[in-house]
């Protein structure tokens, strides 16, 4: 079969959405198909088996959830510093946002690693290989902050966005604020 990468990613686009909506145990070719709206057997002609499927759906939530070189430009020519870092932090918590469904993909593919050996075994260098970015990133643009403090960041951010794609426990303090604070807490002052 020819590759044909657009279908792949709406594919892969329609299984997010399957998986977003109804969790790891919804999540079937099937059900992809239907909600991509394209004949059955489409999914199983892309993805094989449901690891080649969570392979394809790291892989779109990885290109779904990344930077654009224009948001990583705006940065690079500025000076290193604890707001500079918010505003990268602020960044990330507004990507997530913004693709919900892509953010509740990712929880649910992080439970269901804790409950399948085998997806956790997919998933770890997965998220080991994007932390690992982060901390480069972090390095060569001179941010304040350490692996130690990536690795706070990602505790901190995982919390926030759990906290606001669910049932808020303090719905009324902005975002924003949030951020600032764990900015303040974790990174020292130079």
């Known amino acids: 079969m020819a590759r044909n990468d657009a279908r792949r990613s709406a594919l892969a686009d329609a299984g997010i959405a399957v998986l977003a909506r109804e969790g790891s145990r919804g999540l079937t070719h099937r059900a992809i198909d239907d909600e991509a709206g394209a004949p059955r057997g489409t999914t199983s002609n892309y993805f094989r088996s449901r690891?080649?499927?969570?392979?394809?759906?790291?892989?779109?939530?990885?290109?779904?959830?990344?930077?654009?070189?224009?948001?990583?430009?705006?940065?690079?020519?500025?000076?290193?510093?604890?707001?500079?870092?918010?505003?990268?932090?602020?960044?990330?918590?507004?990507?997530?946002?913004?693709?919900?469904?892509?953010?509740?993909?990712?929880?649910?593919?992080?439970?269901?690693?804790?409950?399948?050996?085998?997806?956790?075994?997919?998933?770890?260098?997965?998220?080991?290989?994007?932390?690992?970015?982060?901390?480069?990133?972090?390095?060569?643009?001179?941010?304040?902050?350490?692996?130690?403090?990536?690795?706070?960041?990602?505790?901190?951010?995982?919390?926030?966005?759990?906290d606001r794609l669910t049932t808020p426990i303090d719905p009324d303090t902005p975002t924003d604020d949030v951020i600032d604070a764990l900015v303040a807490g974790l990174l020292p002052e130079k």
């Open 51 to 162: 690891d080649a499927l969570i392979t394809g759906l790291f892989e779109r939530i990885g290109e779904r959830l990344a930077p654009t070189p224009e948001d990583l430009a705006r940065r690079a020519d500025q000076q290193p510093s604890r707001a500079l870092f918010a505003d990268y932090i602020r960044d990330i918590v507004r990507r997530l946002s913004a693709e919900a469904n892509v953010a509740r993909a990712l929880f649910e593919l992080r439970l269901d690693s804790g409950r399948r050996p085998e997806l956790a075994a997919a998933l770890g260098p997965w998220l080991r290989a994007g932390f690992d970015a982060d901390v480069a990133f972090n390095e060569s643009a001179g941010l304040p902050g350490g692996r130690r403090e990536i690795a706070l960041f990602h505790y901190a951010i995982d919390g926030l966005l759990f």
